[in-house]
């Protein structure tokens, strides 16, 4: 069959709409990663701190450390699975790229990778 030229595509279908979603469910987890990352590493060595002689935590927090490593490799599976779904469902020269799912992936993997290296050497 030869494509005569005309778009017949009305809007994103349920397909597109669901990888719009799980783009911003994986970018949800990141920033909740990331919030869990603030409250679960060692506390920071300052001098107002020293001075006023207050209890400095030198140690990842585990209560925070397990979901922090779900959150993380959560985003990347899931951006990982948008990924390939949006190779599966372009086509065409003018669909998304979802260039914003790959520096995600990037970030994750590498943000992943990190941590698991950080929490092995602190055990």
């Known amino acids: 069959m030869v494509w005569d030229g005309v778009d017949r595509r009305k809007g994103p279908d349920w397909r597109v709409r669901t990888?719009?979603?799980?783009?911003?469910l994986?970018?949800?987890l990141f920033i909740i990663s990331l919030l869990l990352f603030h409250f679960a590493r060692p506390e920071m060595?300052?001098?107002i701190a020293r001075y006023y002689e207050l209890e400095i935590r030198q140690?990842?927090?585990p209560s925070y450390t397990g979901p922090l490593m779900y959150f993380v490799w959560s985003s990347c599976v899931i951006s990982l699975l948008s990924l390939i779904a949006n190779r599966q469902l372009s086509r065409r020269a003018g669909d998304t790229r979802r260039y914003n799912l790959i520096l995600l992936t990037v970030i994750t993997v590498s943000f992943g990778i990190l941590l698991t290296v950080k929490l092995l050497a602190h055990n």
């Not at 990888?19 to 911003?24: H, S, Y």
């Open 19 to 24: 990888l719009r979603g799980l783009a911003i």
């Open 26 to 28: 994986a970018w949800l």
């Open 45 to 47: 060595d300052s001098g």
């Open 59 to 61: 140690f990842w927090d």
